[in-house]
């Protein structure tokens, strides 16, 4: 089973306070970015793989969506989603990703957001969400970039002039990574970019857009924090198509 690391208190509680926890996808600054990846909605089933407190599924409900359901491992997201929804169109259910099965074209959009770089097999869950596409149905998601995942070991280090180095960056060495993001241990797999694409193309995907994201000098005047981000790609934004 795909590592549970939400419903670890320490990590839920941390997480319960970053700026897209608390202000949602106006809080997450690739949101725009995402958002453009995104066509017309409504009247579409949509499944959102790894849906948190369901910020997603508010939203493509808000925007006309017919159906939408979110999967996640989490109880405490989980839980967090059903205390903060209303609509009846939009239900809730725990999933192990890793595991996932959905009935043969039943949707016509699958959005994921940072959530596949948890994920050991991906090839099995790209399958699976290829299939349960109708003809011409959508895959977005976002992930963390392997520029971003690929250290051995988490943070920074300093060189002699002070400048910040990443350590032990084995980007061409695949497999699990433990860090200390939140809480001690996390893991998630790294995989390269080509390993992203490939994949896709594998479970039959045709790849439509493919964004290294960073900030925008707007945000970049907004929330000078941002910054940092210009250092290296943070996510990987993805479109796809069955």
Same mark, same amino acid.
């Given at each position: 089973?795909?590592?549970?690391?939400?419903?670890?208190?320490? =990590? =839920?509680?941390?997480?319960?306070?970053?700026?897209?926890?608390?202000?949602?996808?106006?809080?997450?600054?690739?949101?725009?970015?995402?958002?453009?990846?995104?066509?017309?909605?409504?009247?579409?089933?949509?499944?959102?793989?790894?849906?948190?407190?369901?910020?997603?599924?508010?939203?493509?409900?808000?925007?006309?969506?017919?159906?939408?359901?979110?999967?996640?491992?989490?109880?405490?997201?989980?839980?967090?989603?059903? /205390?903060?929804?209303?609509?009846?169109?939009?239900?809730?259910?725990?999933?192990?990703?890793?595991?996932?099965?959905?009935?043969?074209?039943?949707?016509?959009?699958?959005?994921?957001?940072?959530?596949?770089?948890?994920?050991?097999?991906?090839?099995?869950?790209?399958?699976?969400?290829?299939?349960?596409?109708?003809?011409?149905?959508?895959?977005? =998601?976002?992930?963390?970039?392997?520029?971003?995942?690929?250290?051995?070991?988490?943070? =920074?280090?300093?060189?002699?002039?002070?400048?910040?180095?990443?350590?032990?960056?084995?980007?061409?060495?695949?497999?699990?990574?433990?860090?200390?993001?939140?809480?001690?241990?996390?893991?998630?797999?790294?995989?390269?970019?080509?390993?992203?694409?490939?994949?896709?193309?594998?479970?039959?995907?045709?790849?439509?857009?493919?964004?290294?994201?960073?900030?925008?000098?707007?945000?970049?005047?907004?929330?000078?924090?941002?910054?940092?981000?210009?250092? *290296?790609?943070?996510?990987?934004?993805?479109? /796809?198509? *069955?």
């Amino acid at each position: 089973m795909t590592q549970n690391i939400y419903d670890t208190p320490e =990590f =839920f509680d941390g997480y319960s306070r970053l700026a897209r926890s608390v202000h949602g996808l106006d809080g997450a600054p690739e949101w725009p970015a995402l958002r453009a990846l995104l066509t017309d909605v409504r009247g579409c089933d949509v499944v959102d793989l790894g849906c948190g407190f369901g910020w997603f599924c508010r939203w493509a409900d808000g925007q006309g969506a017919a159906s939408v359901l979110g999967l996640d491992v989490s109880r405490n997201m989980l839980a967090r989603a059903r /205390a903060t929804t209303i609509s009846a169109t939009i239900r809730y259910e725990r999933s192990d990703l890793e595991r996932l099965q959905l009935p043969p074209q039943s949707v016509d959009l699958a959005y994921s957001s940072l959530t596949l770089h948890y994920l050991e097999r991906l090839p099995a869950l790209l399958a699976t969400v290829h299939q349960a596409l109708r003809p011409g149905g959508r895959f977005v =998601f976002s992930c963390e970039h392997p520029i971003y995942t690929a250290p051995a070991q988490p943070g =920074f280090i300093q060189d002699d002039d002070g400048r910040r180095i990443w350590p032990l960056n084995q980007y061409a060495v695949r497999g699990e990574r433990r860090t200390d993001w939140l809480a001690k241990g996390v893991i998630k797999q790294h995989r390269t970019v080509a390993d992203y694409v490939n994949l896709l193309i594998g479970a039959g995907f045709t790849l439509a857009h493919l964004d290294e994201w960073a900030p925008s000098p707007t945000q970049l005047a907004r929330q000078p924090a941002l910054a940092e981000e210009q250092d *290296r790609p943070m996510m990987l934004l993805v479109s /796809a198509n *069955r």
